[in-house]
Structures are given as structure tokens and as C-alpha cells.
């Protein structure tokens, strides 16, 4: 029988360290120089046996830092397919549901503080609301978390007009709007939000949203644009929601459909 490569005894040494909890989740592995002594290996042998953790899951490099133990996490299910008069943000905490919650009801959504700004929109918002570039835009953008795990991060932009108009000046207040932005707009301005649209696209994480997420430099990103109308089919907001791809996953329902289910022998959500 032939001899399993060094490489691989390593990692599975390592990986029986993760399994035991000796290494836990989200602890950073020894350094390569400590791992090369205490396996008297080469570089090359403690990095193929990385390599291989990394490919199994079990770790994640991250530059500057080095290996970590891959935190698991029981992804987050949002449906996106709300009704659209309550449809605030592309997530709203209070409507979302997530594998876990079966077992552990004590894990609440927490939304930070908004960061209320006025900017001058990026091509892809000022696309959405019909605007020019050189306009201006009021940004209400807020971090979310599910039982002190970050979840999303979320921008709403507004055309600047709503304020200066007089009608809605809550818009620019760094607080909570209780009854929610949708309807306070319908409230204040007689704007209802009749339908929406989602875009949603993939791309790997910058640098705020790796650091905030604590990801990997080579981990993906959901972005969710979802431009919501008036009854004139005018959009009157953008909502821009990150969302880190290794703990949300998300359900659209058509028609009359029954909630989802998670019980354990269930393969179908």
C-alpha cells in the first residue's frame, strides 16, 4: 500500500484538531514557521497541507493575518418576495427567517444606527433612480446583525428633492423612522410603493466589507439593488444590501405558496 503523502497527514492531523475543537472556530492556525517545526516539514509540505484544509472549508487565509479556522455559521434565509406597500430595504430585519431559528430562537436581528449623508449618486444608483451623477442623493446606510453575527450591510438612497421640498425631512435625521421609510413617504408625501425590483449581482468583497464581515480575500458577495415605485411607476428609492455569501441564502415565493420548513427530514425548503 502506498505511503500517504506527508502533505496530507498534516492536514489531516489539522483536521481532527478542528473536529475536536482543539482548534476552534475562528482561532488562527500556528504560524507556517511553528507548523514546519513541529511537523519537521518544508514550506511547500505545510502549504499543500493548507491548501488542502482550505479546499475541504476548514480554513480561511486572510492577508496580512494569517489561517483561521472557517467560523460556521447556519445561513440566514431571507425571502425577497415581500408584499411591496411594506417591502422597506432589501432585507428588513424584522422579516427574516433563517435555518437556525428552529433550534435557537434566542437569536434576535439588531440593526445599527443609521449613517445618514447627501452624495452625489454612483452611476449604478443614479441609473436606477433616473437621476444625473451631478445630482444629489440623501444615503441612509446601517449594519445588521442576527444574534451578533454581521448580516448585511444596507444603503437606502433617496432622491434629494424629497427634502427639499419640505415633506420629508425625517429622511435626514440619523434615528430609526418607526413606521418605516416606505411608509412614512406614503405618510408625508403621498408616494406609495406599489412594486420593486431586485437586481442582485456577485462580486468578491472590498475592503470595508471584508473587515466588517471578517472574510476571506477571495470570498463573494451578494449585492441586492432594489429599486422601489410609486403608483406613477416613478422609482423613488434604492436600496443597496451586502450580503456575504457564506451565510445567506434567499427565497422568492410566486403565488400562494405555504411557509417554508426545516424540520430534519425535510430536504425541500
Not at 489539522?14 to 482543539?22: M, T, V
Not at 422609482?235 to 430534519?264: K, S
Amino acid at each position: 500500500m502506498a505511503q500517504i503523502p506527508m502533505y496530507q497527514q498534516i492536514a489531516e492531523d489539522l483536521r481532527a484538531q478542528i473536529g475536536s475543537g482543539a482548534l476552534a472556530p475562528g482561532s488562527q492556525l500556528p504560524t507556517e514557521l511553528e507548523l514546519r517545526e513541529k511537523y519537521e516539514a518544508s514550506r511547500n509540505t505545510i502549504r499543500d497541507a493548507i491548501k488542502r484544509l482550505t479546499g475541504m472549508g476548514l480554513v480561511e487565509t486572510r492577508p496580512g493575518q494569517g489561517t483561521f479556522v472557517t467560523l460556521k455559521i447556519d445561513p440566514f434565509v431571507t425571502v425577497l418576495s415581500t408584499a411591496p406597500e411594506i417591502a422597506g430595504g432589501s432585507a428588513d430585519p424584522e422579516g427574516a427567517t433563517y435555518l437556525s431559528e428552529v433550534s435557537q430562537k434566542h437569536r434576535t436581528a439588531e440593526v445599527g444606527k443609521p449613517k445618514v449623508e447627501i452624495q452625489t449618486p454612483g452611476a449604478e444608483v443614479a441609473r436606477r433612480l433616473r437621476l444625473t451623477t451631478e445630482g444629489q442623493v440623501i444615503s441612509r446606510h446601517q449594519e445588521r446583525y442576527i444574534g451578533g453575527i454581521p448580516w448585511s450591510l444596507q444603503t437606502s438612497f433617496y432622491p434629494m428633492e424629497f427634502v427639499t421640498s419640505g415633506k420629508a425631512p425625517k429622511l435626514l435625521m440619523a434615528n430609526d423612522i418607526e413606521e418605516g421609510a416606505v411608509r412614512y413617504l406614503e405618510q408625508a408625501m403621498g408616494l406609495k410603493q406599489v412594486g420593486y425590483r431586485d437586481w442582485i449581482t456577485a462580486r468578491g468583497p472590498d475592503d470595508n466589507e471584508q473587515k466588517f464581515f471578517t472574510l476571506a480575500h477571495d470570498a463573494t458577495v451578494f449585492v441586492i439593488f432594489r429599486t422601489g415605485f410609486d403608483q406613477t411607476g416613478k422609482p423613488m428609492r434604492v436600496t443597496v444590501t451586502i450580503f456575504p455569501a457564506d451565510r445567506n441564502q434567499f427565497i422568492v415565493n410566486t403565488g400562494a405558496v405555504p411557509g417554508p420548513q426545516y424540520g430534519d427530514d425535510d430536504d425541500e425548503a
